[in-house]
C-alpha cells in the first residue's frame, strides 16, 4: 500500500532526524568539555593577568618612561580569546602594546628599543631579551611581549583611552560583562566603550590610523593594527553565533597536537586564515571546523595573498614559502576527511573516536552508555530543530 509506505518513510525521516538532533546535543557537551582542557587555566589566567599588570603599572610609574608613554594595552591571541593552553613545558604568553609619544621620524627602531632597557634591566634583569620588534620577558610561567609603538594622531590617542582598549578582559569576557550591564542598565559607560570599539563607523579615523613598530632588523618602522584585529574578531564571532573563536582554538590546537614540530603556519597568521575560511551563521563548533577545513580545500590549493586587518598591503602569509604551505595545505586535506566523517558519524561513540583522530587524547572518549543509541520503532511527536553536533 503506497499510503503505509508514505508513512514508513516519514516516519523513517522523523527518526533520522531526531537522532541527529540527539547527536548534536551530545556531541555539543564533547566539545564543551574538550574545550575546557585546550583553554588556559583559571592559574594560568591569573599569572598572565598578574604579570602584565604589574609590568603596566611598573611602565606607567617609571620616572623615565612615563612622559613618553600614552598608554598600554594588550593584544595577541590572549586578548582575542583564540589562546590555547601551551604544550608541556611551554609557558603561556600575552602581549602588551606600549604606545609612545615617540616620533618614527627622528627616532631609530633600534633607538626605540634601547630607551626601554635600563627599565628592563632594573626590574626584569637576566629575564629580557631584544627580539626583531619588541621585548620578550621570560617569566617562570609567563611570557611577556613588550612592544613599543610610535606617536599616534591625536584622534587615535583619544580611542586608546576608551575603556574597552584599556581593558584586561580578553573578547569573551568583554562579551560577557557586555552583555551583562545592557541586561542590568547598571553601566552605560563600559558598555558604550565596548560598542565604541567593536561597532566603530566604517569611517572613523582610528581604523584609518595603523600604529607604527620598530623593525630594527629591516631597520624601518612598520604598520600594525591590533585594535581592528580585535573589533574584526568580535565582529566575526558575533556573525557566528560566538563560535568563530572556538573555531580556531580548535584548530590551532589540531595543529599543535599533531604537528608539533612545525613552524608554519601557526599562531596569527593560521587564525586569520581561519578567519577567511571560516563561515557566517554556523551552528556549532564541529560546523565550523568542517566547513572552515573543507574551504580550504576547496578554494586554496595554492598559497594566498592574506591582507591584514587595517593594514591591507601586509601579506599575514609573505613569510611562509610556498614548501611550507604545500605540506600545510596535505595536512588540511586528511583533516578535513576525518572532521567530516566525525561530523557526520551515526554514533557518539564513532563520532568521539574520530574527533579524538583529529585532536587527539584532550577530546573526550565516549561515555559507554553513550556509545550506542537505543532503536526507535516510532516517530516522536515532540521534535525541535537543530543541526548536527
Not at 10 to 31: D, G, P, S
Not at 93 to 100: H, L, P, Q
Not at 225 to 232: F, G
Not at 306 to 320: A, K, M, N, Q
Request: charged share 30%.
Amino acid at each position: 500500500d503506497n499510503s503505509l509506505l508514505a508513512v514508513r518513510d516519514i516516519n523513517h525521516k522523523y527518526i533520522v532526524v531526531e537522532r541527529r538532533i540527539l547527536m548534536a546535543q551530545k556531541m555539543t557537551t564533547y566539545f564543551n568539555d574538550f574545550l575546557k582542557n585546550i583553554r588556559l587555566t583559571e592559574n594560568q589566567v591569573n599569572e598572565l593577568k598578574s604579570a602584565h599588570t604589574t609590568l603596566r603599572t611598573r611602565l606607567a610609574a617609571d620616572e623615565d618612561l612615563k612622559d613618553i608613554i600614552v598608554t598600554t594595552f594588550l593584544q595577541g591571541s590572549y586578548r582575542r580569546a583564540t589562546a590555547v593552553k601551551p604544550k608541556m613545558g611551554k609557558r603561556s604568553d600575552v602581549d602588551i602594546v606600549v604606545v609612545t609619544k615617540l616620533d618614527k621620524e627622528t627616532v631609530t627602531p633600534e633607538e626605540a628599543l634601547d630607551i626601554f632597557e635600563p627599565f628592563l634591566k632594573k626590574y626584569y634583569d637576566g629575564k629580557y631579551r631584544k627580539q626583531g620588534r619588541s621585548w620578550g620577558i621570560e617569566m617562570t610561567h609567563v611570557d611577556l611581549d613588550v612592544v613599543p609603538t610610535s606617536a599616534p594622531s591625536l584622534a587615535e590617542q583619544g580611542l586608546l583611552e576608551n575603556m574597552a582598549v584599556l581593558s584586561d578582559d580578553d573578547l569573551e569576557e568583554m562579551n560577557d560583562k557586555a552583555e551583562k550591564l545592557e541586561k542590568s542598565y547598571s553601566s552605560n559607560l563600559w558598555n558604550l566603550a565596548f560598542t565604541e570599539l567593536t561597532n566603530a563607523d566604517e569611517n572613523a579615523d582610528w581604523k584609518n590610523e595603523p600604529l607604527f613598530i620598530p623593525d630594527r632588523e629591516a631597520e624601518f618602522w612598520d604598520k600594525t593594527h591590533p585594535l581592528e584585529q580585535i573589533r574584526w574578531t568580535q565582529e566575526k564571532n558575533a556573525k557566528c553565533n560566538k563560535h568563530y573563536v572556538n573555531v580556531v582554538k580548535c584548530i590551532k590546537w589540531w595543529r599543535k597536537e599533531k604537528y608539533p614540530d612545525v613552524k608554519h603556519p601557526k599562531s596569527y597568521p593560521l587564525e586569520h586564515f581561519v578567519g577567511d575560511c571560516c563561515p557566517d551563521d554556523i551552528d556549532s563548533v564541529a560546523e565550523g571546523i568542517v566547513l572552515t577545513l573543507e574551504k580550504i580545500v576547496s578554494d586554496y590549493p595554492t598559497k594566498p595573498v592574506l591582507e591584514d586587518r587595517g593594514v591591507s598591503e601586509h601579506d599575514v602569509f609573505g613569510r611562509l614559502s610556498d614548501e611550507d604551505y604545500e605540506a600545510f595545505y596535505n595536512d588540511v586535506c586528511g583533516a578535513a576527511i576525518t572532521a567530516r566523517n566525525a561530523y557526520e558519524a551515526e554514533t557518539v561513540a564513532q563520532s568521539a573516536s574520530l574527533w579524538r583522530e583529529l585532536f587527539g587524547n584532550k577530546f573526550p572518549e565516549a561515555k559507554s552508555k553513550e556509545a550506542v543509541f537505543t532503536k526507535r520503532e516510532s516517530a516522536s511527536t515532540n521534535l525541535s530543530g537543530g543541526r548536527f553536533a
